[in-house]
Structures are given as C-alpha cells and as structure tokens.
C-alpha cells in the first residue's frame, strides 16, 4: 500500500536532506516531516522553540526551519548571526557533530583571520574544510544568519539538489565568495 505523501517530490526530498545530514538522528526527519505534513501539530508542539524566530503560525518554510532547529537540537548545525566573532564561530564549529577527523585549523593561520568580516570568515573556514574533503553549507532560511552544517565535500552537489526540488537554496562555503 502506498502512502498518500510518497507522490511528494518536496516532502521526498526533506526527508532525504534529513537522512543525508543527520543519518544517525531519524528524529530529525520525523521533526522535518511533521513540518511539511502537518504544520499546525508542529508550530503547537514546537512553540516555545519556534517563539524565538517570532514564528506563531505555520507558513511556506515552517520545514526549512524545523529542519535547522532539528540539526542545531543534535549538534549537527551552528547557527551564526550576521556579525558573528571568528572565535564564537570557530567554538560553535569545532562542536558539530559532523565536523571532520582532521581539524582544518591546524591549517588556518588564526590571527589573520580574526578581523574578517562574518560572511569572508564563513567562507574562509568553507575553503580550509574542503582542503579536507569536507564541506559547511549554509541552509538558506530567508534570515540574516548563517546556519550552517557539516558535510562530506563529496556529498555537496547532492544537498544542493535535493534542497533545490525541497525549494530552497544551500550555499557553499569556500565556494562562491560572492554567496554567503
């Protein structure tokens, strides 16, 4: 028997993103798909979550948000403030759950960084973690911040794809100066 949401390209896609960013936390996807499918259950069960990005009421990307409270809730995700500090940022990304075994800032000279502003820094750490084999996208939620989540580099073009048929855009990081 088939489900009446597997004709979804959109909701197929979520749980797919889901499963690719945090494959060891189905909740994740539940969170996402709950979201998508049935949004006000979500903004009742998750309002004291969502009061803080002044979100009362569902709205077309109540699942883009679920998915990024989701990841940030596991440690998959750091979510940075347009004019975040380098230190903050390198903390918040040193924590991720998803960062990679190498730590990319044995290759980063540290104190020229500092003074970058918060998109050039973002971008700079996207380049080293490449150097690695790793990727930071940014899941682009209509905001001024940056929520950001790690990767496999090899696994990039995948997100990009399935977050543009889930209808919303990923940035690289360290790929496009130009894109935050």
Same mark, same amino acid.
């Given at each position: 028997?088939?489900?009446? &949401?597997?004709?979804? /390209?959109?909701?197929?896609?979520? !749980?797919?993103?889901?499963?690719?960013?945090?494959?060891? %936390? /189905?909740?994740? !996807?539940?969170?996402?798909?709950? =979201?998508?499918?049935?949004? %006000?259950?979500?903004?009742?069960?998750?309002?004291?979550?969502?009061?803080?990005?002044?979100?009362?009421?569902?709205?077309?990307?109540?699942?883009?948000?679920?998915?990024? @409270?989701?990841? =940030?809730? &596991? #440690?998959?995700?750091?979510?940075?403030?347009?004019?975040?500090?380098? *230190?903050?940022?390198?903390? *918040?990304?040193?924590?991720?759950?998803?960062?990679?075994?190498?730590?990319?800032?044995?290759?980063?000279?540290?104190?020229?960084?500092?003074?970058?502003?918060?998109?050039?820094?973002?971008?700079? +750490? #996207?380049?080293?973690?490449?150097?690695?084999? =790793? !990727?930071?996208?940014?899941?682009?939620?209509?905001?001024? +911040?940056?929520?950001?989540?790690?990767?496999?580099?090899?696994?990039? @073009?995948?997100?990009?794809?399935?977050? !543009?048929?889930?209808?919303? /855009?990923? %940035? %690289?990081?360290?790929?496009?100066?130009?894109? /935050?």
């Amino acid at each position: 028997m088939t489900h009446p &949401h597997d004709a979804d /390209p959109v909701r197929a896609s979520l !749980a797919e993103i889901a499963a690719l960013l945090a494959p060891a %936390h /189905p909740g994740v !996807a539940e969170e996402v798909l709950r =979201a998508h499918d049935s949004p %006000h259950a979500y903004v009742s069960a998750f309002a004291d979550r969502l009061d803080d990005r002044g979100i009362d009421e569902p709205f077309g990307g109540l699942a883009r948000i679920a998915l990024v @409270d989701a990841l =940030a809730a &596991h #440690g998959l995700l750091a979510e940075f403030d347009w004019k975040e500090d380098p *230190q903050e940022i390198r903390a *918040q990304l040193r924590k991720l759950e998803s960062r990679p075994s190498v730590d990319p800032w044995d290759l980063f000279e540290a104190d020229a960084a500092t003074t970058l502003p918060t998109d050039e820094f973002l971008h700079a +750490c #996207g380049r080293h973690y490449r150097e690695i084999g =790793a !990727a930071l996208a940014v899941l682009d939620i209509d905001s001024d +911040c940056y929520p950001v989540a790690g990767l496999r580099a090899a696994r990039a @073009d995948e997100l990009t794809a399935l977050a !543009a048929r889930a209808g919303f /855009p990923v %940035h %690289h990081l360290g790929t496009d100066p130009r894109r /935050p």
